[in-house]
């Protein structure tokens, strides 16, 4: 059966500047095994799949998965998978505001001037890292300890564990090893610079360690984390994947209530069909 496909660039304004996302709308009738298989062929770090909703109060389901596995939340999917969703001429039950169902529950998406931007969803995980385990982490990325200011649980599914650097250059300096937890990094630029914060998402795959170009559950629980201890404020720009090449840019935001919002550019840059 032939469905539609959108390969959308999220968080850049640029084609292939940022991190894709192959989308198939219409994925209803679609077997766990189909999705798994056809996500393992594109090998891109996230697939989704568009389907009916199952609550009531949501625009569509998603259902995202990396080559090897189904996730419950990821942010740059959930972007990509809106602007494909909308461009296929979805239209949201409330103006304003495309509510996504994903297994991690209804996330609210909405149009901002730097984009779509998501909700951040809550942190099932946060708090201190054990000593043990955060000396053998920084073992794995090659980094001393001393060199880590500060470290916390950043979890809002995929299980970052968040390292805080005390520069972008020492962030952009790291050359890891392999990993054995997923990884994020994060160091502040230099005033005048046109980002605050230069991050970095590292996770083992395979029994390698892969790079993800622009990583929207990093930045969105990372956020919460520098914005609830008083590293930050909002609102400001994050950049991430540039040692990759890409240019990405995540805009983080908070609300009248305190929560925090991230949002970023989205470009479609191949639009067919595939047959599952």
């Known amino acids: 059966m032939q469905r539609e496909f959108r390969q959308v660039d999220v968080f850049t304004t640029a084609p292939y500047r940022g991190n894709p996302v192959a989308v198939v709308l219409g994925g209803d009738g679609l077997s766990d095994e189909e999705m798994q298989r056809f996500a393992h062929w594109t090998n891109l770090s996230e697939t989704t799949f568009v389907l009916s909703p199952s609550d009531a109060g949501a625009d569509y389901r998603v259902r995202i998965f990396t080559p090897v596995a189904e996730l419950p939340f990821a942010g740059h999917p959930t972007l990509g998978t809106c602007h494909a969703w909308l461009e296929a001429g979805g239209t949201p039950r409330t103006e304003g505001e495309i509510v996504q169902e994903c297994a991690a529950?209804?996330?609210?998406?909405?149009?901002?001037?730097?984009?779509?931007?998501?909700?951040?969803?809550?942190?099932?995980?946060?708090?201190?890292?054990?000593?043990?385990?955060?000396?053998?982490?920084?073992?794995?990325?090659?980094?001393?300890?001393?060199?880590?200011?500060?470290?916390?649980?950043?979890?809002?599914?995929?299980?970052?564990?968040?390292?805080?650097?005390?520069?972008?250059?020492?962030?952009?300096?790291?050359?890891?090893?392999?990993?054995?937890?997923?990884?994020?990094?994060?160091?502040?630029?230099?005033?005048?610079?046109?980002?605050?914060?230069?991050?970095?998402?590292f996770f083992p795959k395979d029994g390698a360690t892969i790079e993800d170009p622009v990583t929207g559950s990093l930045n969105a629980s990372v956020a919460q984390w520098l914005l609830g201890t008083g590293r930050?404020?909002?609102?400001?720009?994050?950049?991430?994947?540039?040692?990759?090449?890409?240019?990405?840019?995540?805009?983080?935001?908070?609300?009248?209530?305190?929560?925090?919002?991230?949002?970023?550019?989205?470009?479609?840059?191949?639009?067919?069909?595939?047959?599952?």
Not at 240 to 247: E, F, N, S
């Open 105 to 201: 529950g209804l996330v609210s998406i909405r149009r901002t001037p730097d984009g779509l931007g998501f909700a951040a969803p809550p942190l099932i995980r946060s708090g201190p890292v054990d000593e043990d385990e955060l000396a053998h982490v920084a073992e794995t990325i090659n980094l001393d300890r001393g060199a880590i200011v500060a470290a916390e649980w950043a979890d809002n599914g995929p299980g970052w564990v968040a390292l805080q650097l005390e520069s972008a250059e020492a962030v952009l300096a790291v050359t890891p090893g392999i990993v054995d937890h997923d990884v994020g990094l994060v160091g502040p630029h230099s005033g005048g610079a046109d980002t605050a914060f230069e991050l970095r998402a």
């Open 232 to 276: 930050a404020s909002a609102p400001y720009v994050a950049a991430q994947g540039t040692a990759l090449g890409r240019a990405g840019r995540v805009h983080i935001s908070t609300d009248e209530d305190g929560g925090v919002w991230v949002a970023g550019g989205t470009v479609t840059c191949v639009r067919g069909t595939v047959e599952i």
